[in-house]
């Protein structure tokens, strides 16, 4: 096989967006970047919905923007038998991903053993900066009973991982809408937030529940800096609220204490979720997706870490801290991996946001030299170049 034709995505929803977040993205920009037919199968409708509004949860299956888009009903695949007669019409694909691990069914499993020309399977893993994932990226697992073999397949911020999704045309259209105040003003017009005033300070806080959160909003509200947040619908907002004395919130919903002033907005789909990042000074983000998609807005970000009862989480963070510091003066690392840390219930959140606070200017520019640094290293193609490597060896052998 030296082309990749066709391709099939299986995804189990387990974070809400964070998994269907990133296997979207990726069937999108195999289908319409590099020309493959694209499968996308989704156990939960309702939380894709979220990201692309034009997805019909009512449906087992449609087309989206260049994807073909089923409802896999159960891991297994055994209450309902149709998918398999779907297979036939196209056959299975020439890439087989499972997305973070979520198991393909075995009677996929016994349609791609059953092929001649054995179809390449990857294994998506979540994204790590921690150093073994070096060592485990590529790394091929054979499987027990069947001559068929999987291999790991690792985002990550080094040249020896997986890499990370970019759109091709994405940090050019970032550099144009950060340019273009007046692009940036229709924006915040279009989420109902007024124009800036002068000295403003506007964030967005995209986060899981968080015990810091009343902390952190004390500590906007009695700073000498105006802060004006941009609270998108989601999982912290009902903790938000409460801090104004409110039973819940809703979009359009607007408080104000001291120097703070809080706006909640829609949950949007992706593309309008980058202006957002675009467009604010500094992103509160959480999970894999919207934090990558931070790191392209080249803006200074928090990361929010899905937490792990062992604690490995924290870890997980230190190694991302780690590299992202890299060349920049000792004080700033120290203040941003401070709020980092303290945003994940390590350390005191007010002290050090005003210490982040302090060195907001050089993270700027580090955060903007980030990005470009990132951008030579794309999984897609990376993704597409190592299948084809596969491929090839395969069809070697036969």
Known sequence: MNELETCDIFCSVVDNYGDIGVSWRLARQLANEHGVQVRLWVDDLHSFGKLCPEVDAALDEQRCRGVDIFRW??????????????????GVADLVIEAFACKLPESYIEAMAAQEHKPVWLNLEYLSAEDWVEGAHKLPSPHPRLPLTKHFFFPGFTAKTGGLLLERDLLARRDVFQADFTA?????????????????????LFSYENANVEALLRAWEEGATPVLCCV????????????FAQAAGKAGDTWQRGNLHVHVLPFVEQERYD???????????RGEDSCVRAQWAGKPFIWHIYEQHDGVH????????????????????????????AWNGE???????RAFAAQRVELECHARAWSAKLAANNLALNLLDFSREVGRIRAFEI
């Open 184 to 204: 940036q003003k229709a924006y915040w017009r279009s989420v109902g937030v007024p124009e800036r005033a002068a000295g403003e300070l506007r964030v967005s």
């Open 347 to 353: 350390g005191d959140i007010a002290e050090a946001w």
């Open 275 to 285: 202006e957002l990042l675009w467009a604010c000074d500094v992103n509160f983000v």
């Open 73 to 90: 009903a159960s891991n297994s695949f055994a209450p309902h038998p149709q998918p398999l007669s779907r297979l036939r019409a196209r």
């Open 314 to 341: 924290i870890q997980k963070l230190r190694a991302l801290s780690g590299l992202y510091g890299t060349g920049v003066p000792a004080a700033t690392h120290q203040a941003n991996e401070a709020l980092w840390l």
């Open 232 to 243: 998108p619908e989601g999982r912290v907002l009902p903790q938000v609220a409460a801090c």
